[in-house]
């Protein structure tokens, strides 16, 4: 990793208690942040970045690119339809090659939708003053409710893969619905950035989007950052 003056910051472990094969979690501590709307250079890169990303690939590559197929499959022995359920990544990345535009929601918000979009790898974003404990991924418990941001309330069949702390659910999928209870609002100034790995995405491809996404926040934030740390599941 290339990021320069990263900081000694603590934060929970991430734990796994389901037995999928691959199955990382790489966390980058953001402390200091002020949150903001993007910038108008942001938006020029962004804009940048789309004719990138429209030049490289289609929709039909993206079906059958192999990491957005490595989540689906990992979705489907978890009962959960890949193609109504998106990992974040490719939801995005979808948004941008049928031609459209991003949301604007704020500057940490709209640097990681970009950056997942361009690397592929989904990334969850959490507000750390609001997380009891470390971090799980598990399976969700039969009848557990889950809000989604946005609002929307979805009761878990107690079969789908979730990430969650001491005593909520913090992410539904893997990286696709981030909690309402735990989402980045201007007054956040510590967050926990989650990249979700799956079983093709190595470590030197994990290596490549936590440099991607380091170099983003480093040139559009001004916050202080931490260490990346790696979590993997057993072999």
């Known amino acids: 990793?290339?990021?320069?003056?990263?900081?000694?910051?603590?934060?929970?472990?991430?734990?796994?208690?389901?037995?999928?094969?691959?199955?990382?979690v790489a966390m980058v501590i953001i402390d200091d942040l002020k949150v903001n709307?993007?910038?108008?250079?942001?938006?020029?890169?962004?804009?940048?970045?789309?004719?990138?990303?429209?030049?490289?690939?289609?929709?039909?590559?993206?079906?059958?690119d192999p990491i957005f197929r490595s989540y689906r499959d990992l979705y489907w022995t978890f009962g959960m339809d890949p193609t109504k359920l998106r990992v974040s990544s490719e939801a995005v990345l979808r948004r941008i090659l049928k031609g459209l535009n991003l949301w604007r929601i704020s500057d940490i918000v709209d640097i990681i939708n970009l950056a997942s979009a361009y690397h592929k790898i989904p990334i969850g974003l959490v507000d750390a003053s609001k997380l009891v404990g470390d971090l799980v991924v598990r399976t969700a418990l039969k009848g557990e409710i889950f809000r989604r941001?946005?609002?929307?309330?979805?009761?878990?069949?107690?079969?789908?893969?979730?990430?969650a702390d001491d005593v909520k659910i913090v992410c539904f999928g893997y990286a696709t619905h981030d909690s309402e209870q735990t989402m980045i609002t201007k007054e956040t100034n510590r967050v926990l950035v989650l990249l979700y790995g799956a079983e093709v995405v190595s470590r030197e491809i994990m290596n490549d989007a936590l440099k991607i996404t380091l170099d983003m926040i480093d040139q559009w934030l001004d916050c202080r950052v931490s260490e990346p740390q790696i979590f993997e599941s057993e072999p």
């Open 149 to 163: 941001i946005g609002g929307k309330t979805l009761e878990c069949r107690g079969r789908e893969i979730v990430v």
């Open 1 to 24: 990793m290339s990021k320069k003056n990263y900081m000694s910051l603590e934060g929970p472990r991430v734990y796994f208690e389901v037995d999928r094969p691959g199955l990382s």
């Open 37 to 64: 709307q993007s910038t108008l250079s942001f938006e020029e890169y962004e804009r940048e970045t789309f004719i990138e990303l429209r030049t490289q690939m289609t929709l039909e590559d993206a079906k059958d």
